[in-house]
């Protein structure tokens, strides 16, 4: 049997088309270097020079006006915007004013906080994604769970609220105290 002459590896993708690129600031030569942010390009002359860009480009968001729409406290047009945690809508007029739209959170059928028990449990967003409930008089009442809370009373401890935990023998409901944790019987 004859081996092929194939390469073990291919070209990184991420590598360098042209063997070198020149800095647009000093004419110096630009190669990749690493950060704890990340890999970008940057130039030979450090020191001296301060020229970097990303390694890949991150796609441009255009941001769009929404005709027909007002400010509250301008009464300027609103649009879509980007934002470091993602899209979001807010003033065209931003500079001078910094009114965002909130995202509406729905109340959960009524069920009161169990720690101040003035405020209702509504269902938030963390910056990275994960749904939680929390009370709605946040900063005030710091109340918050990660499963999705259930009206009702433990049956052991006597504690106001139930959570919705789904388990491997299907979905269970326990109390919400975390000193507790009993799983009411059904």
């Known amino acids: 049997m004859s081996k092929e002459n194939k390469p073990l590896f291919n070209k990184h993708e991420h590598a360098l088309e042209k063997e070198f690129e020149v800095c647009p600031q000093c004419g110096s030569e630009l190669q990749i270097k690493n950060s704890k942010a990340g890999a970008f390009i940057g130039c030979v002359s450090y020191p001296s020079c301060h020229y970097t860009r990303p390694l890949v480009e991150q796609e441009k968001f255009e941001q769009q006006v929404l005709p027909g729409t007002q400010c509250p406290q301008c009464k300027s047009e609103l649009a879509v915007k980007q934002g470091r945690f993602g899209l979001f809508i807010g003033c065209t ?31 938030r967003h963390s910056r990275f994604g994960k749904t939680f409930y929390a009370c709605d008089t946040y900063p005030k009442c710091k109340f918050a769970v990660n499963h999705e809370p259930v009206a009702g009373k433990c049956e052991k ?22 000193k507790c944790a009993h799983f009411q019987t059904q």
């Open 93 to 123: 007029n931003f500079p001078q004013c910094h009114h965002i739209e909130q995202q509406q959170s729905e109340q959960l059928h009524d069920i009161s906080c169990p720690a101040c028990k003035r405020g209702h449990l509504v269902e």
């Open 157 to 178: 401890c006597g504690y106001a609220l139930l959570v919705k935990r789904q388990m491997a023998a299907g979905e269970r409901v326990q109390c919400a105290d975390k």
